[in-house]
């Protein structure tokens, strides 16, 4: 199902604006930094059910944009049994009086409309109470049925941006590994959900072992690695159909943790052969494959930058595994890790700025980041395994499997923004592992 944005203003200002209080200059925003944030609070009273067929569904998009917002740890929602204003009328004038009396900064009002066809219209104004106005234009959001929580996200990721000044990520999926059945006898397969955790579809079944899936720069195919032929082998899996084609790996050859190019037509991985493992390249069209590195160590886990001119990954070619970065075509790779313990597992932002990684020190492993050329180390947990870190499309947020201890221990999957900050779990239907988290959905 796809939504379509309509880049339409609606009715855009309702009330006039008044001077800002005193205690605050300038546009309402949100400053991110690495120190501790008090949370904006925000109010976001029930959408207005503009037919009878959109009473449940508004309740229930109105609990999906807070949740999102919350989430964040940038946001703090004054409880609807605190609010004063009433919101009856998508139209209503705004009782600002009433919104600064219980402290909300920020205000968030919709209406939800659903025709007999199955048509969902969602339209949200967001207003900064203290300064008495409202912030953008009123946008709406259409869809069918079962397309609601896709909205919601799409709201919360409008909301996001206007209060923060950062890319959204709200409407995004992830490919995950889902895993059941005891720790000596998992089962595994490939599965998609919603960054929350909603809206999960299995893209295999449990027949073989699957293993770092990774999405495509457009979310349309999913590279995963896949032990049924009794070898580790790279397939391609269409996202919409399932389909899915083995790449090439002659009998007898290991190839495993693939990853995407930027251009989504090239991708990196490795390659055992005669007892040695390196990085190769492999136009998927043509076919045609060239080796990246020559050397007698293990290289693995390769990530692109976002521009496709580098490749950071891991390898031990200095007795311990570290990170590297060399040119997307090969070529002298320089290391870029000195900190005391083993790295791997590198992951390039979104952005550009930073490089993700797991790190095992101590006894302990942590998911932490760089600079791409290894400075400003920062490790952002702590636990007896955590491993597999992969971006949100803004670059703010880092998910990863967490292991727990012993013969009963299962995997699941977390979350932690790149402050360090943050830190929960993201709620699966089954145990979980190493997730790939997509782009934003059209």
């Known amino acids: 199902m796809r939504v379509f944005l309509a880049l339409v203003a609606i009715l855009a200002g309702l009330a006039a604006p008044v001077m800002a209080q005193e205690e605050r200059s300038g546009p309402l925003r949100i400053e991110i930094t690495e120190g501790v944030i008090e949370p ?23 609990r999906v944009i807070a949740a999102d917002l919350t989430g ?34 920020a205000l968030i009002v919709g209406g939800v409309n659903v025709d007999d066809s199955g048509k969902v219209v969602v339209k949200f104004r967001l207003y900064d109470v203290f300064a008495g106005q409202q912030m953008g234009d009123g946008l709406q959001f259409v869809g069918t049925v079962d397309g609601w929580r896709r909205i919601a996200h799409k709201v919360s990721d409008q909301v996001y941006s206007r209060l923060t000044g950062e890319d959204p990520y709200f409407d995004s999926r ?15 397969r490939l ?3 919603d960054y929350d955790g909603a809206n999960v579809t299995y893209l295999t079944d449990s027949a073989s072992i699957v293993l770092a899936p990774r999405f495509s720069p457009n979310g349309d195919r999913v590279l995963y690695t896949s032990y049924e032929s009794g070898f580790p082998k790279i397939y391609v899996l269409d996202v919409a159909t399932a389909g899915r084609n083995v790449l090439n790996a002659a009998d007898g050859e290991m190839s ?15 390659l055992t052969t005669g007892g040695n493992t390196d990085l190769y390249q492999l136009n998927i069209a043509s076919g045609q494959t060239s080796r990246l590195t020559t050397t007698p160590s293990i290289e693995t ?35 870029i890790s000195f900190g005391q313990g083993r790295y791997g597992t590198p992951v390039w932002s979104p952005r550009g700025d930073l490089i993700a ?8 492993f942590h998911i932490g980041v760089m600079r791409t050329d290894g400075s400003e180390e920062r490790l952002l947990t702590a636990s ?10 803004n670059g703010r947020v880092i998910m990863f499997t967490r292991e727990t201890q012993g013969a009963q221990g299962t995997s699941s999957l977390w979350s932690v923004d790149i402050t360090g900050r943050n830190l929960k779990q993201v709620r699966t239907e089954t145990g979980a592992s190493d997730p790939s988290w997509g782009p934003l959905q059209n």
């Open 40 to 62: 904006l609070p925000f109010a976001v009273p029930n959408f207005v059910a503009e037919s009878a067929q959109a009473q449940e569904m508004a309740a229930n998009i109105t």
């Open 72 to 105: 964040t740890g940038l946001f703090r929602e004054i409880p609807q049994d605190a609010h004063i204003a009433r919101v009856t009328a998508f139209s209503s004038p705004v009782q600002f009086a009433d919104w600064k009396a219980i402290n909300a900064q």
């Open 174 to 188: 992830v490919v995950f590994v889902s895993e059941t059945g005891p720790k000596d006898a998992r089962q595994k």
């Open 191 to 193: 599965a998609i959900m």
């Open 256 to 270: 495993f943790a693939p990853r995407f190019a930027p251009n989504g037509q090239t991708i990196v991985y490795s």
């Open 301 to 335: 886990a390769p990530s692109f930058s976002p521009d496709g001119s580098k490749i950071v990954f891991e390898s031990d070619r200095s007795g311990t595994p570290q990170l590297y970065v060399m040119p997307a075509s090969g070529g002298e790779a320089t290391r």
């Open 357 to 364: 990684f797991t790190k095992q020190s101590k006894g302990r």
């Open 384 to 393: 007896f395994l955590d491993e597999s870190p992969t971006w949100a499309p």
